[in-house]
């Protein structure tokens, strides 16, 4: 080996490979080995939707059941208990028709007082013929409307209704009625004198 091959050979010995490269002579490169470097903190779960769809069908559910109970609530709910109005209503509405059609017993259950005393002594063949001759006079009045209720305290009440001549509904004018609570309920009475 000449000095030269040997200068040649302890300089690429001593010379990094890209010294060599430069210098034109390559050495083989070394290879490095793949490293797995694990990571500091462990990857993040992958998002499970389940709980999306679980949290609509839950919510669908609970506005179906809420429909559910209100239609049946609004189905088996008992009617409220009538008022006092519309009980008094009631009563001008039966003793108007009874007075209209001449039912004789209607208007003894009907009316209470001195009406009531009327009705329940005067024979009924006497109030057939009293009731046919004012038909056929029209001078029964036909009740219209209940326009006013007024319950004075739990037991009286006094009421406007309008009121006209069969014969001429022109001559709709306003009548009041006093009605006194009984056991049987509202029924339409006279004032005590």
Not at 57 to 85: F, G, H, K, Q
Not at 126 to 141: E, L, N, R, Y
Not at 162 to 181: C, E, G, I, M, Q
Request: with cysteine; aromatic share 6%; glycine share 4%.
């Amino acid at each position: 080996m000449t000095d030269d091959e040997t200068k040649t050979e302890a300089l690429s010995a001593a010379t990094p490979p890209f010294e060599a490269a430069r210098q034109g002579t390559e050495a083989p490169r070394p290879s490095a080995q793949p490293q797995r470097i694990e990571p500091t903190t462990p990857p993040p779960a992958p998002k499970r939707r389940s709980g999306r769809w679980f949290a609509a069908v839950a919510a669908a559910l609970v506005v179906v059941v809420a429909l559910a109970a209100s239609l049946l609530w609004l189905i088996v709910r008992p009617d409220p208990a009538p008022t006092n109005e519309d009980l008094i209503r009631g009563a001008i509405g039966d003793y108007g028709t009874a007075l209209t059609s001449g039912d004789l017993p209607a208007l003894q259950s009907a009316t209470c007082g001195p009406l009531s005393d009327y009705y329940r002594t005067v024979p009924p063949e006497k109030f057939a013929q009293v009731h046919q001759t004012s038909s056929d006079q029209g001078s029964i009045p036909v009740l219209e409307s209940v326009d006013i209720v007024q319950v004075t305290n739990d037991q009286t009440a006094i009421a406007q209704v309008t009121a006209h001549l069969p014969l001429d509904p022109a001559t709709a004018s306003a009548r009041t009625f006093n009605l006194l609570k009984t056991p049987e309920g509202w029924k339409v009475c006279e004032p005590p004198a």
